[in-house]
């Protein structure tokens, strides 16, 4: 198996209510599931294919809950990535070179069509502390995270998600996608939705958990 290594600011959204019901193993806010993912590799290779500091997101749209599959996926690469770094990048999204369970992996089972890629220049902010983040990725995704408010006197409201035997990350600051927006081979128009900003390191093997 091929070793392989992303560590880095990890961030996703969707069209639930703040909270993804997804983590607890519930039904989407709304019956069905349009989101995004992805990050921007601090630290990372596929065998010998150095990865540090590029960025890719995915967009899904399920017709139901993750686990009952069918659903469409597309990846968005970083233009900067060179033919072997996107070959790279593709293995490991398409669940390749990795053991079973892992995100990855099981993403290539319940998704049924993926869409071509696009390669696109990314801007991406990221605040984890402050649960902010920006993403601009030209005619194809907007997106803003800020922090949840409290209703009644308008402060943020930290909430902080532990999943020690999740397979996207170990601990995630949740927030408020004030915009998510994408227009592609997937589209959608998002606004007040649920958010994750993390750390994380994934590997062949899963999601790495302090011990």
């Known amino acids: 198996m091929t070793a392989w290594r992303m560590k880095g ?25 349009e989101g995004m993912f992805g990050m921007q590799i601090d630290d990372g290779h596929y065998k010998d294919v150095d990865l540090s500091g590029l960025r890719w997101f995915g967009l899904v749209d399920f ?15 970083d233009e900067r990535a060179t033919p072997a770094q996107r070959e790279a990048l593709l293995r490991i999204l398409h669940g390749k070179d990795q053991v079973e369970g892992t995100l990855f992996h099981i993403l290539s089972l319940i998704a049924t069509k ?12 990221f605040d984890e502390e402050a649960r902010t983040a920006r993403i601009e990725i030209p005619g194809v995704l907007e997106h803003v995270s800020e922090p949840i408010r409290n209703p ?18 170990d601990i995630g600051e949740i927030a408020s996608a004030r915009i998510n927006r994408v ?23 899963g999601v790495v958990h302090p011990s």
């Open 63 to 77: 017709p139901g809950a993750l686990h009952e599959g069918n659903g469409v996926a597309q990846f968005i690469l």
């Open 114 to 125: 993926f869409h071509d890629p696009i390669y696109a220049p990314i801007r991406f902010e």
């Open 9 to 33: 600011k990890w961030i996703k959204s969707c069209n639930c209510n703040w909270g993804c019901p997804c983590d607890f193993n519930a039904p989407p806010t709304h019956g069905h599931c």
């Open 152 to 169: 009644v006197s308008g402060a943020p409201h930290r909430i902080r998600l532990h999943m020690p035997e999740g397979f996207e990350h």
């Open 183 to 205: 227009t592609a081979g997937i589209a959608f128009d998002q606004h007040d939705t649920h958010s994750t900003l993390a750390t994380v390191e994934h590997t062949q093997r």
